[in-house]
């Protein structure tokens, strides 16, 4: 699982700081920030409803704006990346539009970020948050039956990890397949080599122990009855992106097997940022394959 070379720190650093290798990363912030406020004020939405208790424990609900005489539209939950110690819920707002407009209830949530918590405990947030919604978007249109989870970056990290959740033992409400499938764009499955990143090892604060806890990729995909009852998990990155963003990517399918990552591709000409824009472009295989998640086809 570990990383191929010897960790050498400025190599690390070249492969994992995504704002230094694509040097007009603030423009994709801004437009996304500006793209987010018009969806917020267009969309009919729940905003900052709590899911928990502590810090940053809070999501957006947007509910399907076209149904298909489906009762119940299908939920996208988007977990938004950042090296799980940067942006928020309300920069993403924007991938909303998309969706809705065919049919579906989208999630956006927040967690609170390193260092003031550790990988692990946000990953907690994170099945807290997707209680929440088994729980309660029913009464928001969306259907507990039919939740997928889309992951970006660090997001791409605890979608896959949710994947493995064994819910059953973190509340007994929880259905085992909580989770029906994922995508995950350029998802880290592998957190050995962040341990020694110098740009974010002082804010992750990486143990062994952590590593090993929150490495999906170190996390045996075996379940009892059908393999298929959780469904499946996407892997896809930027054609552009660094060598070990690929890695990464291939990395999930060698470990899980292709019958539980049946989708592992680089996306041509895309970096770590454009990679999410295409999300929403209609027409563009990313988009595609999420429309296919959510059987929006």
């Not at 690390?12 to 406020?37: C, K, M």
């Not at 963003?245 to 899980?256: G, K, N, S, V």
């Amino acid at each position: 699982m570990n990383s191929p070379t010897t960790p050498d720190p400025a190599w690390l650093d070249a492969q994992y700081n995504n704002r230094a290798l694509v040097p007009d990363h603030g423009r994709y912030f801004e437009r996304w920030a500006r793209d987010s406020a018009v969806a917020r004020e267009r969309l009919p939405g729940l905003l900052n409803l709590a899911y928990g208790h502590g810090a940053g424990e809070t999501l957006d609900v947007f509910p399907a704006q076209r149904r298909d005489n489906d009762p119940l539209a299908p939920v996208l939950v988007f977990i938004h990346g950042g090296y799980w110690r940067s942006l928020d819920k309300s920069d993403h707002s924007f991938l909303a539009p998309a969706f809705v407009s065919q049919g579906a209830c989208v999630v956006i949530p927040n967690y609170a970020l390193c260092p003031a918590v550790t990988i692990p405990q946000i990953t907690l947030q994170m099945v807290e948050a997707l209680a929440w919604v088994h729980r309660h978007i029913a009464v928001h249109g969306g259907d507990p039956r039919r939740i997928s989870v889309v992951g970006h970056s660090a997001g791409g990290h605890l979608a896959a990890m949710l994947m493995v959740c064994e819910w059953e033992r973190h509340a007994p409400d929880l259905p085992p397949d909580l989770v029906n499938n994922a995508l995950s764009i350029s998802g880290v499955f592998d957190l050995e080599p962040l341990r020694h990143t110098p740009f974010l090892k002082d804010s992750l604060r990486l143990t062994p122990q952590a590593v090993r806890m929150a490495s999906p990729a170190g996390l045996p995909k075996e379940w009892p009855d059908a393999q298929d009852e959780r469904g499946v998990l996407l892997s896809v990155a930027g054609g552009s992106e660094s060598q070990e963003f690929q890695r990464q990517c291939r990395l999930i399918r060698e470990a899980w097997g292709e019958a539980s990552v049946p989708v592992c591709e680089l996306l041509p000409g895309l970096n770590h940022f454009s990679v999410l824009d295409a999300l929403v472009q209609p027409g563009h295989r990313l988009h595609h394959l999420a429309r296919q998640l959510l059987d929006l086809t």
